[in-house]
């Protein structure tokens, strides 16, 4: 790959140049930051920007770091995985990733574009979207807001043509209704619409997460434990939704996932997290033969006893 | 799919306004029947005022969270905008009507606007300090206006902010054919009350068609996110602090415009009458009607303001009645068993009709 060619360049000192340089106004441009590769992008994919990208992301707590020099590149289409045991650092990264946390240092690129100084509902509207390891919805709202609420910013008609229902508005409240039901019945939660979101099973929740999320109309969609609390007929049906709704509207998809089956079955690329660094990083085989990762999730003795 | 009928909620917001409507008849007819004696009648103004008002601030409490304790704040800037609006134009505009409506607009336009002031700080707090904020912020527009000197005269408004107590109406400097309208700590003296109860019906009706669309378009919806969500608020790329200020103002402008309308109900008006008690007051009503039930605010106010006027026969038990009424309200509406045993209830009625539904 090419990219590697550019390994040469120490992200660390480019950083800290371009600190001393930029004061104010001049750093909200998008920096032209010099990018290490190191992660391969699928072949269809590698021709174009990638989707996202990570230079040396990190973050610490305190005097923990709970992620360091974390480097990944999505391509625009993959379905890549993030695992690692417990209290790895992956939920941080997605938090990280959109803004919930500030980075403490590194670099985000968005479709090359750097969201040092967007806030977390800024970086929704740039594409990201994603749903919660401990399930946030709205609880009392049916199940259709949820989505409705998803689809916010697709929507344009202002406050007085809502006060006063104009035609606008009910065109937008028309056609946001039947995308919403479209959303839901994707995930076979039509039946469900009028039901406030907090009486539906585990499962069904976890199915309304990502339909909402997918109304915000993301072109990278990150999934925080989907298949937590599913049974193995729901979790096999998640797995095909997963890549069906990548086919369909052709975005990327990073998640986090407990259940090996799934990851080694969808995902193209993964990305093993072990205290707040990875380990490793390639395709499903890859990951599977690696020693480290085996040690990282059985011990050494674990790992020496195989 | 699903035909787009009339929602259930839409049904419901009609069947509120529906019944404002039939009040409002009835007592009108009531009224011009004599079927009304003075202190009734003179009640009438005051409880659209406090619906109004109750309503709006369902809007902060209720709909987007945030407990508020400054509200009467908000009504006595409406008040007193609107009270100056209506008494210097008295010569230019005869027809009392237009003045009020123009003393109305004027009066919710500067709520509104102290609203976005005050709510820049206020709304990145939350809970508790919210609450304390919103309450000092109350009291200061109280202490402001009780400040506050008011004439006009053949050359215009003359206004002047008496902070050190040392000056009073006189330095006004008014001319041969000028009058006071706000003098300092008195208040707004000599003013001619205009307001009427159809105004107050009509502004209700207005209060309800902001308040209730809004809860049922895109924007509602995005307030309530933040209220139940913030996180994944911000996470589906909706903007908390601009639909929390959108909440907050309009809010801050229907009680303006109640403000106005209260104002120019009474001859004499002290700023000192829209103290922290009356906030409490509204706060009630909100809280026994129910946390985002607009009809529940409209029936709690209309309810807990008549009481104590027919409970005057008990005089000395008056209030003793009115609290333990409050305290028995209080604790079967928000009593966590009788809550989930109301739940419960709820759930098995939908299945059982979810199971007709199948059956048919
Ligand atoms: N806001 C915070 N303040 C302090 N420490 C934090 C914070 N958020 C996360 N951490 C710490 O960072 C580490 C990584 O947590 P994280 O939630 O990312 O783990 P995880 O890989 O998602 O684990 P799990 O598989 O259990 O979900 C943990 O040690 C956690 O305690
Ligand atoms: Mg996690």
């Known amino acids: 790959m090419t990219a590697n060619s550019l390994r040469v360049l120490n992200p660390q000192s480019a950083w800290a140049a371009e600190d001393s340089a930029a004061p104010g106004a001049e750093k909200k441009k998008t920096k032209l930051v010099p990018v290490v590769r190191t992660s391969y992008l699928p072949e269809r994919d590698a021709d174009k920007t990638p989707i996202l990208e990570c230079i040396d992301l990190g973050i610490s707590f305190g005097g923990l770091k709970a992620v360091d020099n974390f480097n990944l590149a999505l391509g625009r289409t993959e379905i890549a995985g993030l695992i690692g045991p417990n209290g790895a650092g992956k939920t941080t990264i997605f938090n990280l990733l959109t803004k919930v946390y500030q980075p403490t240092h590194g670099t985000i690129l968005l479709d090359g574009k750097d969201i040092a100084y967007s806030s977390t509902e800024q970086v929704n509207r740039a594409g990201i979207a994603r749903t919660f390891q401990n399930i946030r919805l709205f609880h009392n709202q049916s199940v259709l807001d949820n989505v409705l609420i998803g689809l916010h910013n697709e929507m344009h008609y202002t406050m007085a043509e809502a006060v006063l229902r104009m035609p606008r508005y009910w065109k937008a409240e028309k056609v946001a209704r039947e995308r919403a039901m479209e959303y839901l019945s994707l995930f076979h939660l039509e039946e469900h619409a009028d039901e406030p979101a907090g009486s539906l099973p585990y499962g069904a929740q976890r199915r309304l997460e990502i339909a909402r999320a997918l109304a915000t109309n993301p072109s990278l969609l990150l999934l925080d434990e989907p298949a937590a609390g599913m049974n193995p007929s729901e979790t096999a049906e998640l797995m095909e939704n997963i890549v069906r709704i990548r086919d369909t ?12 089956n799934l990851v080694m079955n969808i995902c193209e690329g993964i990305a093993v997290l072990n205290f707040g660094r990875i380990i490793a990083k390639g395709t499903p085989d890859d990951i599977r033969a690696n020693p480290a990762v085996i040690e990282a999730y059985l011990g050494r003795k674990g790992a020496q006893k195989l | 799919m699903k035909k787009l009928s009339i929602s259930k909620g839409t049904r419901s917001d009609l069947l509120t306004c529906a019944g404002v409507i039939l009040a409002f008849v009835v007592v ?35 709909i987007l969270g945030d407990l508020s304790l400054g509200h009467a704040g ?11 609006t209506a008494m210097s134009l008295a010569e230019k505009i005869p027809s009392a009507p237009l003045r009020l409506a123009l003393a109305m607009v004027v009066g919710a336009v500067f709520a509104a606007v102290i609203g976005f ?6 709304l990145r707090l939350s809970g508790d300090y919210l609450a ?11 202490e402001l206006i009780t400040c506050l000197l008011v004439g006009v005269d053949e050359r215009g408004l003359h206004v002047i902010f008496n902070f050190n107590g040392s000056r009073n109406a006189n330095d006004l400097n008014l001319g041969a054919a000028g009058r006071v309208i706000v003098k300092g700590a008195q208040g707004a003296t000599g003013t001619q009350t205009i307001a009427t109860f159809t105004a107050g019906f009509i502004l209700i009706m207005i209060t309800l068609v902001v308040v209730q669309n809004l809860i049922r378009s895109r924007q509602g919806r995005a307030i309530m996110a933040v209220r139940d969500n913030r996180i994944a608020a911000e996470a589906v790329g909706i903007s908390v602090t601009r639909y929390k200020m959108m909440a907050f103002v309009t809010s801050a402008a229907l009680a303006g415009a109640a403000g106005a309308l209260f104002g120019l109900n009474y001859s004499n008006l002290a700023a000192t009458k829209f103290d922290f008690n009356t906030s409490i007051l509204v706060l009630v009503f909100v809280v026994l009607g129910g946390l985002g039930n607009i009809r529940g605010s409209i029936i709690a106010t209309v309810v807990l303001y008549i009481l104590p006027e027919a409970l005057r026969g008990f005089a000395n038990y008056r209030m003793l009645i009115y609290a333990v009424v409050l305290i028995v309200v209080m604790l079967t509406t928000n009593n966590p068993v009788i809550k989930s045993y109301r739940d419960q209830w709820q759930q098995k009625l939908r299945r059982e009709k979810g199971r007709e539904a199948n059956a048919a």
């Not at chain 1, 509207?249 to 090996?260: T, V, Y």
């Not at chain 2, 908000?74 to 100056?84: D, E, K, L, P, Y």
């Not at chain 2, 002031?117 to 206020?122: K, S, T």
């Not at chain 2, 304390?132 to 109280?142: C, H, S």
């Open chain 2, 28 to 62: 009108s007819a009531l009224k011009a029947n004599g079927g009304l004696n003075r202190s009734q009648a003179g009640m009438l103004v005051p409880v659209c005022c406090y619906i109004v008002m109750a309503v709006s601030l369902n809007l902060t409490v209720g």
């Open chain 2, 117 to 122: 002031l005050i709510g820049i700080p206020v």
């Open chain 1, 249 to 260: 509207f052709q975005i990327a998809i990073l998640l986090i996932e407990h259940d090996m």
């Open chain 2, 74 to 84: 908000f009504m006595s800037v409406g008040a007193f905008t609107g009270i100056i």
């Open chain 2, 132 to 142: 304390i904020v919103t309450l000092a912020f109350g009291e200061i527009i109280k």
